[in-house]
């Protein structure tokens, strides 16, 4: 079973606009890290955000902001206001603290229109 | 400048042949991870090592192999058993912390692209 589930392959919305990649992950342990990271077209994939899960506050940080909710094992991410240059595709993984691995999801590719 | 580095980006070969991957850190972390990516099905893990000279197998290390003699270095072959090597691959590292400590964040090299005919 997938661990970690992003439902939307492909997003695209307009300059300006707000968006909302999700994520649904599925774990037992109680101690466990999620994260998101960026793929641009280059390639290399770009960190941007670790949440454990004993921390349940949302962040924001300038136009993005992370929405973490146990009772839903879900960890949204929300781009505002989106640019061209947010066109990527985006990646949840997760990482439990009883295995040495980092579990992926299939990842949201977005496009954002000028 | 601290970071992961991947040679060659593209890397073409033939059917029957072993390739091998070049991946270096210079962030004098631990852990070091190979991934193999295809269109639409994500990042895959092949192979990781928490500590020099061991290793463990991931989801999809048939026809691979690595090895970790220094720290800084973690080289992946394809081997010709892989049956269908062409794809993207990354390698990433992050500090490790033991089995049930943090997990903090991978750093990704820029990826090396293989296309095997």
């Known amino acids: 079973a997938q661990k970690v589930t992003q439902a939307q392959t492909e997003i695209s919305v307009v300059e300006k606009e707000d968006v909302t990649l999700d994520c649904v992950y599925e774990?037992?342990?109680?101690?466990?890290?999620l994260f998101w990271y960026k793929q641009p077209p280059s390639g290399e994939l770009v960190f941007l955000i670790r949440?454990?899960?004993?921390?349940?506050q949302n962040e924001i940080s300038g136009r993005y902001s992370w929405n973490f909710q146990k009772s839903t094992s879900s960890f949204n991410f929300t781009i505002t206001a989106s640019q061209v240059v947010d066109s990527a595709v985006y990646f949840c993984a997760l990482s439990e603290a009883t295995t040495n691995q980092f579990y992926f999801g299939t990842g949201t590719s977005l496009t954002v229109i000028p | 400048d601290g970071g992961i580095t991947q040679s060659p980006k593209y890397l073409f070969r033939k059917e029957g042949q072993n390739v091998t991957l070049s991946c270096e850190q210079n962030l004098n972390h631990d852990a070091m991870y190979w991934y193999r990516q295809d269109p639409g099905q994500g990042l895959r893990l092949i192979y990781y090592?928490?500590?020099?000279?061991?290793?463990q197998k991931g989801d999809i290390a048939e026809g691979y192999s690595v090895s970790r003699e220094k720290k800084e270095s973690f080289p992946l072959t394809v081997t010709s058993a892989q049956k269908n090597p062409t794809a993207f691959y990354l390698c990433?590292?992050?500090?490790?912390?033991?089995?049930?400590?943090?997990?903090?964040?991978?750093?990704f090299g820029p990826g090396t692209r293989l296309t095997v005919t």
């Open positions: 990433a590292s992050s500090p490790y912390a033991g089995l049930a400590g943090v997990r903090y964040e991978q750093y």
């Open positions: 090592s928490q500590i020099v000279n061991d290793f």
């Open positions: 949440r454990n899960s004993f921390d349940e």
């Open positions: 774990t037992r342990d109680t101690t466990y890290y």
